[in-house]
């Protein structure tokens, strides 16, 4: 069983940067790709940010230009770098990972973006 532990959330003024960390415990190259969704109060999941085994990454419009995915394999770890952070960012981020058709999640961890 494959398990995703999620670290990083807080709390943070609007403008400021939080960086969130997913760590595996398999090796990421084996997934066919790892994200981030975010979901804020009351709406629905959705995907901001993925990287695939050859380190291909693809954004939400919402967070281009704000947000990065990056990943270490050594460590088997994906990251969220988070800037320019807005109050609308504010929610619930999970990581995700797919795996021979399998989806698993993290449990979570909370972004909250308030002055």
């Known amino acids: 069983q494959v398990q995703l532990v999620e670290s990083g959330g807080g709390l943070v003024q609007p403008g400021g940067s939080l960086r969130l960390s997913c760590a595996a415990s398999?090796?990421?190259?084996?997934?066919?790709?790892m994200a981030w969704y975010h979901q804020a109060p009351g709406k629905q999941r959705e995907m901001v940010a993925s990287?695939?085994?050859?380190?291909?990454?693809n954004y939400a419009d919402s967070v281009k230009g704000r947000f990065t995915i990056s990943s270490d394999s050594a460590k088997n770890t994906v990251y969220l770098q988070m800037n320019s952070l807005r109050p609308e960012d504010t929610g619930v981020y999970y990581c995700?990972?797919?795996?021979?058709?399998?989806?698993?999640w993290g449990q979570g961890t909370q972004v909250t973006v308030s002055s």
């Open positions: 398999a090796a990421i190259r084996s997934f066919n790709y």
């Open positions: 990287i695939d085994r050859v380190v291909r990454t």
């Open positions: 995700n990972a797919m795996m021979t058709q399998v989806d698993y």
